[in-house]
């Protein structure tokens, strides 16, 4: 997920995805604390992307109204 939000080739740990979408991670490796911080990745970086669809598409009305407006 973080991959396609992101267009990157690359994978990244779950540390660093963490940290870019502020969570703190603590006992990383540790199997329950990875399977809780990976939720809460999956369920940030939908709000994420969610987020960034949304603006996109109101940058998209506004540069139409400002077309309209001409």
Known sequence: MWRYLKRESNPRNLGSILAELGIIGWNLHNAGNDAVY???????????????????????????????SE
């Open 38 to 68: 990976t939720l809460q990745a999956m369920i940030a970086i939908a709000i994420k992307h969610l987020d960034e669809k949304h603006r996109a598409k109101e940058v998209k009305e506004q540069e139409k109204k400002a077309r309209i």
